[in-house]
């Protein structure tokens, strides 16, 4: 009996291995999203005063990266990893326009299964317009865009008809093409296309401008909430008021000298600023807040003799280049953070020649500025045993991205010419779009469907989406993200667009049909009444909570379920939206 026990035993511990063995593949497979440190800070359980939000850009990113995985010209590497990612089955998001982070934190009782649900709850910074279009649209108005036209090919240069590249910077500067006082309409609609360039100028300007991620990467001042806003108390926007940047903003360069004072902390002492022209816009020496315990002149090229009758202040310089910079004016430096924090200010258009320029064809390498200059524009630099020359600084600054400008985007960056060399090598279809491209596109009806969105570049891998919504936007989306993609996709129902009458109609009809698409985006528009009392929001953030429930038991094993939370009347706060974003588990 004992020995037959024993086996009865080893039959049993068999099964039970092979079950343990099968639920640890299990999870092995399942995907999960891990969050680096940039993710970690952008957390809601995250202290306020030590939160960083995420940008939409980044959302973005992932949406698009669960999409088409390798394939995707971008991925959110930035603050995320997303594992097991081939495991994927669908994607699915949920984007609710009448809630924000604020609301999430003061009824973050009433999000019970939500809380449940998602370990990843983070903070939002959105555009207050166009929200939708904005998360489909690929962001190429920025100098890496061409590395994406490098990995996607020429063809994607469709993408330059992306409808508004300001949203994002928007959102962070949300005084970007607002009204003046005492103006009339802004006139920040001028397309791109019908803008003609400079003189001197063989592409777009604006193509150089450092986008939002790389600001924040770069620790430019931004006016962000968060650790960030305590970071930067204190610091003033170069305007009250800007314009969208285009072709034609003028471009101004900078470059700041500092000393060490009492605080032991390096101080501002000089300010110069050139136009195109090389001409002296703004040249000023400063008196520190605190004493000067050391000139630093072998690098500043400031001495005591200098600095004994001056009076200008910190406050002073700010007034000054608050009242005398155009409102869409492009700052143009050698690692123009150091001199913007310099200045305790904050500017949307900048242009880094410490980032432009790569001679060594390592990315993130930089150069000197007097490396740069020798290099590229056969001139010594910084060679005075006094010390630096802001004026001389800043205008070999200026004149490296004009020479840029009369070249290509690839001038001065090994990196983006060894790219564009391997993709010449395997016959890749690689390069920025020439006006001639641009407007064979718009000859072209047949490449009319290759698109900026997320859903142009999911049609061309035969990946299936579909939008729902509730409100009365359809017929934008169908307009914004093109006929002809409609078209051509419903003839392989590749793309579906569905208006329903009521949010509810909306959510059942993605919980009942999220299983045939690869990506699902359901977009409600919550009503005012919906919001008109505490009473009313609560009842209606229960209700969406259950929706969020039931969504989320829709969806597939190892389906993503993502919900925006993506804010509510225009104004500061409520651009702040909250991101929730889990994988389900068999």
Not at 183 to 194: F, K, T, V
Not at 524 to 535: M, N
Request: net charge neutral; hydrophobic share 35%.
């Amino acid at each position: 009996p004992d020995q037959k026990k024993a086996k009865l035993e080893d039959a049993d511990f068999r099964t039970l291995k092979a079950e343990v063995n099968q639920k640890r593949d299990r999870m092995r497979n399942i995907p999960k999203l891990r969050l680096k440190e940039v993710g970690e800070e952008a957390l809601m359980k995250t202290k306020p005063e030590e939160r960083v939000p995420l940008l939409l850009d980044d959302i973005q990113a992932l949406l698009m990266y669960t999409l088409l995985r390798t394939d995707s010209p971008t991925n959110p590497n930035r603050w995320a990893a997303l594992e097991k990612s081939a495991k994927l089955t669908h994607t699915t998001v949920l984007l609710i326009e009448g809630l924000t982070s604020d609301d999430f934190t003061e009824y973050e009782s009433d999000f019970k299964e939500c809380k449940k649900i998602f370990h990843n709850i983070l903070q939002v910074v959105t555009p207050s317009e166009r929200l939708v279009e904005e998360l489909a649209c690929i962001p190429l108005s920025d100098s890496h865009k061409d590395i994406l036209l490098a990995e996607y090919g020429s063809l994607e240069a469709a993408m330059l008809a992306c409808k508004d590249n300001l949203l994002i910077r928007k959102s962070i500067f949300n005084n970007i093409g607002l009204e003046q006082p005492g103006e009339g309409e802004d006139n920040g609609g001028e397309e791109y296309d019908d803008v003609e360039l400079p003189p001197g100028d063989k592409f777009p300007r604006t193509q150089l401008l450092l986008s939002p991620i790389q600001m924040i990467n770069e620790d430019y001042p931004l006016p962000l909430t968060g650790c960030l806003k305590h970071r930067y108390a204190g610091y003033v926007t170069t305007n009250d008021h800007y314009a969208p940047v285009s072709p034609k903003s003028p471009m101004f360069g900078l470059d700041c000298e500092m000393c060490k004072t009492s605080i032991g902390a390096s101080e501002l002492t000089r300010v110069s600023i050139i136009d195109e022209e090389g001409n002296e816009f703004y040249e000023t020496l400063v008196r520190p807040e605190n004493k000067i315990v050391d000139y630093l002149t072998q690098f500043s090229g400031i001495t005591a003799e200098m600095m004994k009758d001056v009076s200008k202040t910190l406050k002073d310089v700010q007034k000054d280049l608050r009242n005398k910079l155009p409102p869409d004016a492009i700052l143009v430096g050698q690692s123009l953070n150091f001199d913007l924090n310099a200045l305790k200010m904050m500017h949307p258009y900048v242009i880094d020649t410490s980032i432009l320029f790569n001679v060594t064809g390592t990315p993130g390498t930089k150069s000197k500025l007097k490396v740069l200059s020798q290099k590229f524009l056969k001139r010594d630099i910084q060679c005075s045993s006094r010390g630096h020359n802001s004026i001389e600084d800043c205008t070999a600054s200026l004149e490296l991205v004009k020479l840029k400008l009369s070249k290509n985007i690839y001038f001065g960056d090994q990196w983006l010419q060894d790219r564009r060399n391997y993709h010449k090598r395997v016959k890749s279809k690689v390069g920025i779009a020439t006006p001639e491209d641009i407007q064979r596109l718009g000859e072209n009806s047949t490449t009319t469907e290759i698109t900026a969105t997320l859903f142009g570049h999911a049609r061309k891998k035969n990946k299936k989406s579909e939008i729902v919504t509730n409100g009365d936007n359809l017929d934008n989306f169908a307009g914004y993200f093109g006929e002809a993609i409609k078209a051509n996709a419903a003839a392989k129902n590749l793309l579906s667009f569905q208006k329903l009458d009521s949010d509810k109609a909306a959510i059942e009809h993605t919980m009942e049909k999220c299983l045939n698409y690869d990506f699902n985006l359901c977009c409600l528009q919550l009503k005012r009444d919906d919001l008109a009392t505490v009473d009313a929001k609560r009842a209606k953030i229960e209700q969406i909570d259950g929706w969020v429930r039931k969504l989320f038991t829709s969806i597939s094993v190892n389906g993503l379920l993502v919900v925006l939370l993506a804010g509510g009347e225009v104004n500061e706060r409520s651009r702040m939206a909250v991101a929730m974003i889990q994988t389900r588990k068999g």
